[in-house]
């Protein structure tokens, strides 16, 4: 009987077999725990990359904007220097509507330029839930749009500070935009040629242009370094 008994070996049989199941049944987990690491990785990288495809929309957005109102701050620069400079033409002024209303133009108003930043806030967002994203390379993006800016946003405070001096000043001559030449366009001919404190508001509201541009410049100049990098490494259009 044991001789039987041990020929047919059924507890190792069972040993066996069970080991089997075991094994079978911690692979089947490891597999599954794979597949889910697997799905959860591609979800975060689409995730990442979604992020980043609307920042890089937010920043085409902002950058033609602010290419726009350079150049329309460029323009009213010109205007304003050859005011400063006294080389306008007085006759024009007080004869031509147009021509008087397109200098005028220049001094009373400035863009209002919206810097789009949704995409960095939820990239911020994401890397608060994710310490792996917090790389050089994103710390520059969040810098970007913190620090410079903050320094946009002082610049546009001192613009309008300078726009309301120069705008009140004007008021108070009864200086306006008209269709028709009125006493306004003799008066800003006086003003353009005699006025001393005019040409002193109008250098600050010149000063407040320049700052504001060059910041907007190395704004986009700085962001689009960035956004190319990104473009290339997400192939992003």
Not at 60 to 82: F, G, P, Q, Y
Not at 154 to 180: M, P, W
Not at 189 to 217: C, G, T, V
């Amino acid at each position: 009987i044991r001789k039987k008994l041990a020929d047919d070996n059924k507890p190792l049989k069972y040993l066996r077999y069970a080991i089997g199941e075991i094994v079978l049944v911690v692979i089947g987990i490891l597999i599954a725990l794979q597949i889910n690491n697997w799905n959860q990785k591609n979800i975060e990288e689409t995730q990442i990359r979604n992020i980043y495809a609307r920042v890089v929309q937010d920043f085409n957005s902002t950058a033609n904007e602010i290419d726009r109102s350079v150049v329309r701050m460029d323009s009213a620069i010109i205007l304003m220097e050859k005011i400063i400079n006294v080389e306008i033409n007085r006759d024009s002024i007080l004869a031509f509507g147009p021509y008087y209303n397109r200098y005028i133009s220049s001094l009373t108003g400035f863009p209002d330029i919206q810097i789009i930043d949704t995409g960095v806030r939820l990239l911020e967002s994401k890397i608060a839930f994710n310490y792996e994203l917090n790389n050089t390379y994103n710390e520059r993006l969040i810098r970007l749009y913190s620090e410079y800016l903050y320094e946009i946003k002082v610049d546009v405070e001192s613009l309008i500070l300078a726009f309301l001096k120069l705008g009140d000043y004007l008021t108070e001559n009864g200086i306006k935009y008209e269709r028709n030449i009125t006493k306004s366009s003799t008066k800003f001919a006086e003003m353009a040629f005699e006025d001393d404190l005019f040409k002193n508001y109008l250098l600050q509201h010149k000063s407040s242009y320049n700052m504001h541009i060059r910041n907007l410049k190395q704004f986009r100049r700085v962001g689009q370094e960035l956004i190319d990098t990104i473009k290339v490494e997400y192939s992003l259009e």
